[in-house]
C-alpha cells in the first residue's frame, strides 16, 4: 500500500516529550506567579533595600522565558536521545520483517532483556517465524512427493503404451487391463490431494454431526473388504455431538477404519471403533490388531506420502495419503490426532473433537 509520507515515530515521541517538559514548566512557572508574586506588595522594606513589585516581575519574566528556552532545547535533545533508545528494538522487528518478506524465514530477531511489550512481540514474531518456516518446509516436501507420486503411474502409462506400440501383435486384454489399474491409481491420488487441499483451506459448512453414527457407516461400508481378509469390527458408543462437515468426518473416519482394516493381521484380526463424549469434546477412536509398531515408526505415519515400509502391503494400501487427510481433517475441525503404538500390536488413532454446544429451542 502506497501511503504518503509523515513524521517518524521518533520524531513525533520527541516533539510529545518537548511538549510535555513545556507544559509542566509553563504550569510550574503559573504555580509561583499565582501563589507567591502575585501577593506581594509594590513596595517592601527588606534587609539591604527597598523591594520594588514591578522590577522583582520583570526579573522573574526574564528569568522564567530563559528557563522554558532551556526546557524546549533540553526535551528536545533529551526526547530524541530517549526515543531512540526506546524504539531500538522496534529497529529490529522492522528489519526481521523486511527479510522475512523476501523470504528469508530463518531469521529470528532474539531480542534479549526482560519482558515488556516490545519483547512480547518480538517473541511473538519468532514464533510465527518458527511456524512459517515449518510450513513452507512441509509445503515443499509435500509438492515433490506429490508431484514424484503423479509422475509415476504416468511414466507406467507411457511405458505400457510405448510397448504396445512397437508390438502391435500383442494381445491388448492384459494391457487394457494394467492401464485401467493404473489410471484408477492416479485418480484417487489426484482426489485425496483435493479432499487434502480442501481440508487445508477450511472450505466447508458446519453443522451438528454424530460421531458414533458416522463410525457405524463407516464400518458397515467397509464390512465388505473386512470379510474378504478375514477383520472383525467391533463398534461401540452412544451419542457423540459434534460440529463439523459430515462429509469430512465420514472421510476421515472411513480412511481411519480402512487403515485399520489394511494394516491388519493376515487373518483373524480385529478392528475396534470407539466414539465418546466428554464435557467440551468428543473421542473417535480406532484401534486394530497388527505387527508391533515402533514410536518412531508411529510418528511419521500422519505425513504425506509415508505409507510404513515395515507394516503389511497389499493392494487396497492406498496412496499413501490416508491418514494425512485424517489429520488435516482433524486440524480443520480444531481437534488433536494422537496415534500411539499398542503394546500387543497393531495402532490406536485417537480425534478430539470440540463437543458441539447444546441444541436451542427456537
Do not use: C
Request: hydrophobic share 45%; net charge neutral; proline share 5%.
Amino acid at each position: 500500500m502506497d501511503r504518503q509520507p509523515g513524521l517518524s515515530v521518533r520524531l513525533k515521541l520527541t516533539l510529545s516529550y518537548a511538549g510535555f517538559l513545556m507544559v509542566a514548566g509553563t504550569l510550574l512557572l503559573a504555580v509561583v506567579w499565582v501563589f507567591v508574586l502575585r501577593h506581594l506588595p509594590s513596595r517592601a522594606d527588606v534587609p539591604g533595600g527597598i523591594l520594588i513589585r514591578s522590577a522583582l516581575l520583570r526579573g522573574f519574566a526574564q528569568a522564567a522565558a530563559a528557563a522554558l528556552v532551556f526546557l524546549l532545547v533540553f526535551g528536545l535533545l533529551g526526547g530524541w536521545l530517549l526515543a531512540g533508545r526506546m524504539l531500538a528494538p522496534l529497529t529490529r522487528i522492522t528489519d526481521a520483517t523486511r527479510m522475512a518478506a523476501t523470504g528469508s524465514l530463518s531469521h529470528r530477531i532474539w531480542l534479549p532483556g526482560r519482558r515488556d511489550e516490545f519483547r512480547e512481540l518480538a517473541d511473538a514474531f519468532d514464533a510465527m517465524l518458527a511456524r512459517l518456516e515449518a510450513h513452507v518446509a512441509e509445503q515443499r516436501r509435500f509438492a515433490a512427493n506429490a508431484s514424484h507420486e503423479l509422475r509415476t503411474p504416468l511414466a507406467i502409462t507411457q511405458t505400457l503404451l510405448d510397448v504396445a506400440r512397437n508390438d502391435p501383435d500383442r494381445h491388448t486384454g492384459e494391457l487394457v487391463d494394467r492401464l485401467h489399474f493404473v489410471n484408477a491409481r492416479a485418480i484417487d491420488l489426484t482426489e485425496a490431494l483435493l479432499l487434502l487441499s480442501r481440508a487445508n483451506e477450511r472450505s466447508f459448512t458446519r453443522e451438528h454431526v454424530d460421531l458414533s453414527l458416522i463410525a457405524e457407516e463407516a464400518a458397515e461400508t467397509l464390512l465388505p473388504l473386512a470379510e474378504k481378509r478375514g477383520i472383525t469390527i467391533e463398534t461401540f458408543g452412544d451419542i457423540t455431538p459434534a460440529m463439523g462437515s459430515y462429509a469430512l468426518l465420514l472421510q476421515m473416519t472411513t480412511n481411519l477404519v480402512h487403515n485399520a482394516i489394511v494394516h491388519n493381521l493376515p487373518e483373524r484380526g480385529t478392528v475396534w471403533v470407539t466414539a465418546g463424549a466428554h464435557p467440551e469434546t468428543v473421542v473417535l477412536t480406532v484401534e486394530n490388531t497388527g505387527e508391533k509398531l515402533t514410536p518412531q515408526l508411529v510418528s511419521t505415519l500422519a505425513e504425506p506420502f509415508q505409507r510404513g515400509t515395515q507394516r503389511i502391503r497389499t493392494d487396497h494400501a492406498g496412496v499413501g495419503l490416508g491418514l494425512a487427510i485424517v489429520k488435516s481433517i482433524t486440524q480443520a475441525h480444531d481437534g488433536t490426532l494422537t496415534l500411539t503404538p499398542r503394546p500387543a500390536g497393531g495402532l490406536r488413532v485417537t480425534v478430539q473433537l470440540p463437543a458441539a454446544p447444546p441444541h436451542t429451542g427456537g
